[in-house]
């Protein structure tokens, strides 16, 4: 037979995660499209610093955006990062993007200059990216360090960017925050590699150290 149940479950694993981005874009634009249309209303959700009412706001502010122009940045590296991250298992990925817009949005609650308004996908892009760069080194995974070395060779230049505290007009707090919570989640998430042993009260399962059953 030419498909086996991994095949095609590798398959599925895989629609799933396009139509998943595909559908969290599509999301950004439509409710871009919302703010424009509303006078720049959604705005209010971002993250304006050390306001205690602000902190209902962390979440909401990683999906709005300042402007079509915004968006469009966001929306490439968002779209790529996170169909590849979403490759490990929809359930993992939730939990990964989870802790980094929780993390990034309470990093830039914390640190962020006052009086400034912060909102975006960039966090939670620079978080994947740092999940995926270090991920298959975590967990020895050959197919892993791959994907970690594209992603960095594809986009290492423009993240690096994005961290220089020269940049008046975007918020490398909240992309250094989210890169470290992407790296945290690599660790926090990652999987036991197929055959290695699992413990089991202080010992290993196997044979004793003597070599008896």
């Known amino acids: 037979m030419p498909d086996t149940d991994l095949e095609w479950s590798q398959r599925d694993r895989a629609k799933a995660a396009a139509k998943l981005m595909a559908g969290w874009v599509a999301l950004l634009w439509l409710l871009e499209a919302a703010d424009a249309v509303s006078g720049h209303a959604l705005d209010d959700f971002g993250i304006m610093p050390r306001t205690a009412s602000e902190l209902a706001d962390i979440v909401p502010a990683a999906f709005i955006h300042f ?19 979403a ?11 989870a802790l980094i817009i929780v993390a990034d949005g ?11 308004n912060t909102a975006g996908a960039s ?29 960095g060779a594809v986009w290492g230049g423009a993240m690096l960017a994005g961290l220089a505290p020269t940049q ?3 918020s ?7 890169l470290a919570a992407g ?11 197929v055959g290695a042993p699992v413990r089991s009260g202080r010992a290993l399962s196997g044979p004793p150290a003597d070599g008896r059953w």
């Open 172 to 178: 490398w707090q909240g992309h250094l925050i989210g």
């Open 67 to 85: 402007g079509f122009a915004h968006v469009a940045a966001n929306s490439v590296p968002l779209l790529v990062l996170g169909f590849l991250s």
């Open 87 to 97: 490759l490990g298992g929809l359930r993992r990925f939730a939990a990964v993007c």
């Open 123 to 151: 966090g939670l892009v620079f978080g994947l990216f740092g999940f995926l760069l270090v991920g298959g080194f975590v967990e020895r995974r050959l197919l892993g360090v791959l994907v970690g070395v594209l992603v």
């Open 106 to 116: 309470l990093g830039v609650w914390l640190v962020a200059p006052a009086h400034t």
């Open 183 to 193: 790296v945290a989640a690599a660790f926090l998430f990652r999987r036991r590699a």
């Open 168 to 170: 008046t007009h975007v």
